[in-house]
């Protein structure tokens, strides 16, 4: 085994001579770059008592195997570089007589001849090898066609060898011609032979004839590789030894029959509603991209650089009370086609449709875009089908329905002295399943109730737009969220007596759900406001004296009577006037106020403390009872000149049938004076602010309407 000066291994000899690796012939010798021979000359190394021998190898299997052994000769050490020799020599033919089979027969005389044993066992599966796998090599790739011819296989990838084997463990590369890619879209690959052959798919992505190279490289070689040379020396130049070249690789290749392909393509498209919610009326528009397929390209014109126009329509179809499940077959919605529309593309890109097509009513809306290639003209056979799904979540759009909540709140009596709101609440605007739909995808399912929220305003409060929302509410209840008529009942809102003059306000709130909106109905609604009737409040003028007739200087006051329910912490207080006898009454400026008569809560007869009348012999006296809640808030207000509430002096008292009943509230004078009894006069003022907050109409629905007589 001989290194030579280019970095190459050779091995003498192959020309029949019979130098030593150390002889002139090859150490000394100026050799000619290596070539490939058709025939090798080979002499043996034989032992005693054997004749020399040349053999000239020239079957071109020999030759080939040969090639082979010397191709992937292995020298990393001895035993395996005497074995590759010893394989080169078997296949030559030279092996009898050489002193190797005398070694393998047991003849050869030299002691170190057991060293040959070892390398004599491997050589022989080396040239069973050899003969299994040396060149020449086969590479056929094939190229098959699906029927449409815009896509097929290659097949038949690898190698063999010329005993028909397939070679495994060698890199190839595959390249295409003509208008097609790989699945991965490329016109290349690159891979490993395997124990067998092996396929790889292509695609047409234009119109020609294509064809698949085959390059498998680093293939042992089919001929062997020989130097020659000459060497001067003592005896002038002569011919040097032959040397083959070790390790030596070739390539094998091969193409496929070219065949025309005709690509067609369906391009990507992904559609969205550009508006979900949708108004009724409104117009239904769609957003369309279309894009080229994935790992591929937008397929030209055959023979020009301009994209194939693609024709996609978009139909529409609704209104529908509920979205169904997206699926592939549209037979079920055929008949709600409300219309169609048109987009070409050139190309790559994003366009919405005009929005000719309108929302007519409420329910569920939805764009199905298809590419049909019988659409396509001219271009029909470059353009494959295309459909997306019916109903698709990103193609649907709704127009809601906008429930209507109409009520009317009035206070009910309840029994023993309780009462509360009942609300009649007139539902409509929902559609008739409301109720049923249990959802679908992102589709929310239908919201099952309307929520009633039942608030207290003390009197004063301004009446604007979110005054209760930060309040807790009184009370809440539920009502269907279904068209129809519902009650909310009284004992569901009780009224609270002891939260004084106010108003009851009732809010209904629907949260809405993905078919229907939300709805709140307003605070400011008259319908949902209840200001609480409470009991009866009946006056009566009364004299100390029993004299006969009202004379001056005798001690004069009220009975105040209660019925029904008041606050807690209720009062009355009385004013008393005076006018001249035989004039019209007259109540603006009191003489006198009483102390407060606390009743509470508690019904019952309760007296005023009493006031003195003056020295005037013809005057009339009138006394006019106010009641007030614990705040200061006036709940009923006595009548000024009310028969039992007046005393003249002169005359007898009249007994009256009962005691006056307080009417309706009015404001407090502007000015009033300070009552005997220390009566707050800053109180007073805030009443009169109240009653214009609220207005004369909402105090009047506090106060006790007096029945005719």
């Not at 109903?391 to 009462?419: M, R, Y």
């Amino acid at each position: 085994m001989i290194h030579g000066p280019d970095g190459a291994n050779y091995l003498c000899a192959a020309d029949g001579a019979a130098y030593s690796a150390s002889a002139e012939g090859v150490t000394q010798a100026s050799m000619q770059p290596a070539k490939a021979v058709d025939t090798v000359d080979a002499t043996p190394f034989i032992g005693p008592g054997q004749q020399k021998r040349t053999v000239k190898v020239t079957e071109a299997s020999k030759v080939a195997q040969f090639a082979w052994i010397a191709s992937t000769a292995n020298t990393t050490d001895n035993v395996k570089a005497a074995a590759y020799q010893i394989a080169l020599i078997r296949t030559a033919g030279v092996f009898e007589g050489s002193v190797y089979q005398s070694q393998e027969q047991g003849k050869f005389p030299w002691a170190n001849g057991q060293n040959l044993n070892a390398p004599l066992a491997e050589s022989k599966a080396i040239v069973e090898q050899a003969q299994k796998y040396a060149g020449p090599y086969s590479v056929k790739p094939t190229l098959k066609l699906n029927a449409e011819a815009n896509a097929g296989t290659v097949e038949n990838i690898g190698v063999t060898s010329a005993a028909g084997n397939w070679m495994k463990g060698y890199s190839y590369t595959l390249e295409i011609s003509g208008p097609a890619t790989f699945d991965n879209g490329k016109t290349t690959m690159t891979g490993t032979t395997g124990e067998s052959a092996t396929t790889a798919k292509i695609k047409a992505n234009g119109v020609g004839k294509v064809s698949v190279k085959m390059v498998v490289k680093d293939l042992p070689t089919s001929k062997p590789y020989v130097s020659s040379g000459t060497v001067t020396g003592s005896m002038g130049t002569q011919r040097a030894q032959n040397l083959v070249v070790l390790g030596k690789k070739e390539q094998a290749e091969g193409v496929t029959e070219a065949q025309q392909v005709a690509a067609t393509f369906a391009p990507e498209i992904a559609t969205q509603t550009k508006t979900v919610e949708v108004a009724k009326g409104a117009s239904l528009v769609d957003t369309v991209t279309a894009s080229a397929p994935k790992g591929g390209t937008w397929l030209n014109i055959p023979g020009t650089s301009t994209p194939v126009p693609v024709k996609v329509t978009v139909d529409v179809y609704g209104p529908f009370p509920t979205p169904s499940a997206p699926t592939n077959n549209g037979a079920a919605f055929a008949a709600k086609k409300v219309g169609t529309y048109d987009l070409t593309f050139n190309g790559p890109g994003t366009q919405e449709t005009p929005g000719t097509v309108k929302a007519a009513g409420e329910g569920y809306y939805f764009f199905h875009a298809h590419v049909d290639k019988a659409a396509q003209g001219q271009y029909q056979n470059l353009v494959k089908d295309y459909s997306s799904p019916f109903f698709e979540t990103s193609e649907t759009s709704v127009t809601k329905w906008t429930p209507s909540i109409k009520t009317k709140a009035t206070q009910v009596d309840l029994g023993n002295g309780k009462a509360g709101v009942q609300d009649l609440v007139t539902v409509s605007g929902f559609p008739q399943d409301h109720g049923t739909f249990k959802g679908s995808g992102k589709w929310k399912a239908d919201t099952a109730t309307i929520t009633h929220k039942l608030y207290f305003l003390p009197a004063g409060t301004p009446l604007k737009p979110g005054v209760t929302k930060n309040l807790k509410p009184i009370a809440t209840t539920e009502t269907p969220a279904k068209n129809g008529t519902y009650t909310v009942q009284g004992k569901d809102f009780p009224i609270n007596w002891n939260l004084g003059v106010g108003t009851y306000v009732i809010v209904s709130t629907y949260q809405g759900d993905s078919r229907t909106s939300a709805i709140t109905t307003s605070e400011l609604d008259k319908n949902e406001h209840v200001t609480p009737v409470f009991g009866k409040v009946t006056t009566k003028a009364f004299a100390e004296s029993a004299a006969a007739k009202l004379k001056p200087g005798d001690k004069i006051g009220d009975t105040v009577v209660v019925q029904g329910s008041l606050p807690e912490g209720s009062y009355s207080q009385v004013n008393l006037y005076k006018w001249d006898k035989g004039t019209a009454p007259k109540c603006e400026s009191p003489v006198w106020t009483s102390q407060r008569v606390a009743h509470s809560n508690q019904p019952g007869e309760y007296k005023t403390d009493l006031y003195t009348t003056g020295s005037e012999e013809k005057v009339s006296y009138g006394f006019v009872e106010s009641t007030f809640d614990k705040n200061g808030n006036l709940i009923s207000r006595g009548k000024c000149g009310a028969s039992s509430e007046t005393l003249t002096t002169g005359t007898v008292p009249k007994p009256g049938p009962s005691a006056s009943p307080s009417g309706p509230g009015k404001a407090a004078p502007k000015k009033p004076p300070l009552a005997n009894t220390g009566a707050n006069v800053t109180m007073l003022a805030g009443i009169a602010v109240g009653f214009v907050v609220l207005g004369a109409a909402g105090i009047a629905a506090y106060n006790y309407r007096r029945k005719k007589s």
